[in-house]
């Protein structure tokens, strides 16, 4: 058990969502700092959309608070409090991370996409040539489409219920000039990867977000979900005989570029 020595120099950092009861990262990222030898922690914070504007403007006044870690469903209103951002953040309109500038503003990433693709190889499944749908065009849903087109998927179909965030979003891929980018269904008939980034399987009433007796046995299945560690969705498509990744997974593989990106650079 990780024993932390926390005192007045402890450098904070928060994680916000709403809900927030579903995240891993605190532990993980308050460990590997202390791996690190970095003297800081990552502390959970629920805040509801309406208040967001208010907590960013008491995080910005600060003086220990060094970065934010953003979840559902903060990532597009807190690119916009972001000073600077990279480049596919840009893009997306949306950060899933921030770290203080030396002016005290913001600079943000997205590496949503990163985790998920990242999650999908360490199975030894490779994107490249596939035939993909996603489910969701939220913040983690746009960042994930987004890293699939540049791993090279062959056709991306996107759904979502939110057909005008969902057509935005496919009109910005279409720019990129790559895959060929459609409108997508619930329906994963013919499709050699299928990702769920909407929060469907969170509550036991949730439907499935997609409708797995049309799922092939060979596709790869993945989804955002860390809470329950198992979701639905990867439970059904377990016992078809999927290969899957989990919310944990892709936690996991983004979890040394998270830290990379949060640490102060001490060279």
């Known amino acids: 058990m990780l024993e932390l020595n926390l005192t007045g120099a402890t450098r904070l950092n928060f994680i916000l969502g709403d809900p927030i009861a579903q995240v891993k990262s605190p532990a993980g990222v ?3 700092f ?17 208040d967001l504007g208010s907590l960013l403007s008491v995080a910005d006044r600060l003086k220990n608070l060094d970065g934010i870690v953003v979840t559902v469903p903060h990532k597009f209103a807190c690119f916009e409090h972001c000073g600077s951002a990279s480049e596919r953040a840009c893009f997306l309109g949306a950060v899933s991370i ?7 503003g913001w600079h943000g990433d997205m590496l949503d996409g990163l985790g998920f693709v990242g999650a999908v190889r360490s199975k030894g499944y ?38 005008s965030r969902r057509d935005d979003l496919i009109g910005r891929l279409k720019t990129l000039g790559r895959s060929n980018i459609i409108v997508g269904t619930s329906d994963p008939s013919g499709y050699d990867l299928v990702g769920n980034a909407t ?38 498509a377990r016992r078809l005989g999927c290969l899957t990744t989990t919310g944990t997974e892709m936690y996991n593989a983004v979890q040394d570029s998270m830290l990379d990106f949060l640490l102060p650079d001490t060279s």
Do not use: N, W, Y
Not at 98 to 104: F, T
Not at 136 to 159: D, F, N, P, Q, T
């Open 199 to 236: 929060p469907a399987g969170m509550k036991a009433s949730d439907p499935l977000p997609i409708d797995v007796t049309k799922l092939a046995p060979t596709a790869f299945v993945g989804c955002v979900i860390t809470a329950p560690s198992i979701p639905p969705l990867i439970e059904a």
């Open 30 to 32: 308050t460990k590997a």
């Open 98 to 104: 921030m770290r203080r500038r030396k002016d005290r």
């Open 126 to 163: 490779d994107p490249r040539g596939k035939r993909a749908l996603l489910v969701g065009a939220g913040g983690a849903g746009s960042a994930i489409a987004m890293a699939l087109v540049e791993a090279g998927v062959r056709e991306l179909a996107i759904h979502d219920a939110d057909t």
């Open 34 to 50: 202390f791996d690190r030898g970095h003297d800081g922690l990552l502390v959970p914070v629920q805040v509801g959309t309406d």
